[in-house]
């Protein structure tokens, strides 16, 4: 295992420093400087020249990539075109709204994924079976936004019950009901629309499980059913599932970005959207690092979870 | 086996296939559905006289009536020309994304999977990074490089999704590659490439095809959450998704309903009826289902 967990963190340098290059490589791409957003009427081109080389843009761009990744190592990303202040502090502020966001979604998604995923696998053709297949669909099928919409229409303005949008009613009062009545329609949409994968995926790997040979095995030898179900077949059936909530996570940040614009959520996927349209680059970087990084982090808690529940994997 | 009996054991599973798949009651529903889905954005604008671009002046905003069947948007166009024209791009980005998908990512898993070794490794760390990424937040910043249009909202879906293809055409060959019939195939001198084309790839099809529908199903999903950022097929080019992103004002979204919910009604019809022929496609395909 100890042999294992070194090889599988040892991968991942590689896989950062394409990912960082990448990152790099992309944000330079983008067309229109940054400086174009800066330039005002009253400007010289030699202040305009001025303001390039204080931003460090008259440099080649490997110069460019290495003093970026230097920086990143002292734990700064720069400083934001946009409002002049430091990226760290820019995305620092809106960390806590994503991951509360995120997480709650998570918990709520793979909660009900795998629990109604094995119910319907268990016992199919019922109640139950269909009230999976038909909430995995709308989570598949339905696009996150237009049932935000559809909530926000029927939530907020019909009925009143919750508020359109924000974080706080009060910025000022951090009053943790009131962020939870914002957190609970956003949470939730955000978890159909990953519960659908979820309960998928447990459906169909426990049928396949359900039919493999050393699940009639202890069938045969007289277990008691609850222990074929839960210690032969779920503990094999969850290594697709595990593999499959690894996968989606990096489609719940992206998620995140389409939930957070509808509902105004003061987190980063609605930062990237806003630093986008103004061609914020250490922005953009930042978040991508930020989110990219995050992601790595989980795949590989994910893959230590996966070699504990398959042994196979460990060698 | 002479050649013609191994030809009517083939043919014989894909009629197995094709009646287990018909006998799917919502599969078929839903093929009939995208169908007619599919005659109708491409014919309908030949049979009628469809106008998605012109801003009819003094008509802004108008509810649906005998001249405009589904009303106007803000700027005087007519909605349900924008819907069937939008209908054309979404399901062509939708079909040309995933495709370019699967064309990248299932030959990637084959080799990976067959080779292992350093090819196995190249590879599989190669998905690793491109599954580091959060796609949606790439493609934002590709979108953003290549210009808005539909054709790079093609391309940066299609590119971004080649990974799920390549894991499970992985995840697939390694168990297949240890069947019987294929070491039966190896000892009987079967070259690597014949080994991988004839007995692994068709042998590892059946839930490829799956993962090709619910590819299509999710890069239109992707387009039009993309589009409804104002990040991806841009106006006056219509698309399901562009037409939702109206109704991000809340006066649009709560007292001219015919703008965006349309649009969305259709844009989940298409993506649960792709869903559900994917579903039927799996139940179809699977050996060890009977009907």
């Known amino acids: 295992m100890k042999k294992f967990l070194l090889k599988r963190i040892l991968i991942m340098i590689p896989v950062f420093f394409g990912m960082t290059i990448l990152i790099f490589v992309l944000s330079n791409l983008t067309p229109g400087s940054p400086v174009d957003a800066m330039i005002t009427a009253d400007m010289t081109p030699a202040d305009i020249e001025a303001l390039y080389v204080r931003m460090g843009l008259d440099q080649p761009l490997h110069i460019q990539y290495l003093k970026w990744l230097g920086r990143l190592f002292q734990g700064s990303l720069g400083y934001s075109f946009r409002t002049g202040t430091a990226v760290t502090g820019v995305i620092g502020e809106r960390v806590g709204p994503t991951l509360l966001l995120t997480g709650t979604a998570l918990v709520l998604a793979i909660a009900a994924g795998v629990l109604l995923g094995v119910v319907a696998a268990c016992k199919p053709y019922s ?62 949409l955000l978890g159909i629309s990953m519960t659908g994968g979820y309960i998928r995926q447990t459906r169909s790997s426990m049928l396949e499980v359900m039919g493999e040979e050393y699940v009639k095995m202890a069938r045969a030898k007289g277990m008691r059913e609850k222990v074929v179900l839960y210690s032969h077949a779920l503990r094999n059936a969850m290594l697709p599932v595990a593999t499959q909530i690894g996968m989606s996570v990096p489609f719940l940040v992206g998620g995140a970005v389409v939930t957070e614009q509808v509902f105004g959520w003061p987190g980063m996927g609605s930062l990237m959207v806003l630093s986008i349209t103004y061609r914020d680059y250490p922005v953009i970087m930042g978040v991508t690092v930020y989110t990219t990084c995050a992601v790595m982090v989980v795949n590989l808690l994910m893959d230590i979870i996966y070699a504990l529940l398959d042994p196979r994997v460990r060698n | 086996m002479d ?63 005998d001249r405009f069947l589904l009303g106007t948007d803000d700027v ?39 080779y292992g070794g350093i090819i196995r490794m190249t590879i599989m760390r190669l998905v690793d990074i491109f599954m580091s990424f959060p796609a949606m937040i790439i493609q934002l910043v590709l979108v953003t490089v290549l210009g808005a249009s539909a054709t790079s909202v093609m391309l940066v879906i299609g590119l971004l999704g080649w990974t799920g293809f390549a894991r499970l055409t992985y995840s697939k060959v390694i168990s297949v590659k240890e069947q019987e019939y294929v070491e039966a195939a190896r000892a009987s001198g079967a070259t690597n490439f014949r080994q991988m084309f004839q007995y692994i790839l068709p042998n590892s099809l059946a839930p490829l095809f799956v993962q090709f529908s619910f590819s299509v199903a999710s890069a239109i999903l ?22 939702i992103y109206s109704a991000q004002s809340l006066s649009t979204l709560v007292y001219r309903p015919w703008m965006w919910v349309p649009a969305g009604m259709i844009l989940v019809a298409t993506v649960l009826s792709i869903n559900f022929i994917g579903d039927g496609l799996r139940d179809a395909l699977d050996p060890k289902m009977k009907i």
Not at chain 2, 33 to 43: R, S
Not at chain 2, 228 to 242: C, E, H, I, K, R
């Open chain 2, 222 to 243: 992707q387009e039009s959450g993309l589009s409804f950022l104002g990040l991806g097929v841009p106006v006056p080019t219509a698309s399901w998704g562009n037409m």
């Open chain 1, 127 to 188: 109640i139950w079976d269909y009230m999976a297949s038909g909430l995995s669909f709308i989570g598949a099928g339905v696009p996150t936004f237009f049932l935000a919409l559809v909530f926000i229409y029927c939530f907020a303005v019909k009925l009143q019950w919750l508020p359109t949008g924000g974080m706080y009613a009060n910025a000022s009062t951090k009053d943790w009901m009131d962020v939870a009545k914002h957190l609970l329609m956003p949470a939730v």
């Open chain 2, 76 to 114: 005087g166009r007519d909605v349900f020309s924008r819907l069937v024209y939008g209908g054309r791009v979404s399901i062509l980005v939708g079909f040309v994304s995933a495709l370019l998908s699967a064309v990248i990512g299932i030959p990637l898993g084959l080799l990976a999977g067959y």
């Open chain 2, 3 to 65: 050649r013609k009996r191994k030809e009517n054991v083939r043919n014989s599973f894909w009629r197995n296939t094709v009646q287990k798949f018909m006998k799917h009651r919502v599969a078929m529903f839903s093929l009939v559905f995208l169908t007619v889905e599919i005659l109708a954005v491409v014919l309908l604008p030949l049979l009628m006289d469809l106008d998605p671009y012109t801003t009819n002046v003094g008509c802004f905003s108008m509810a649906p009536d």
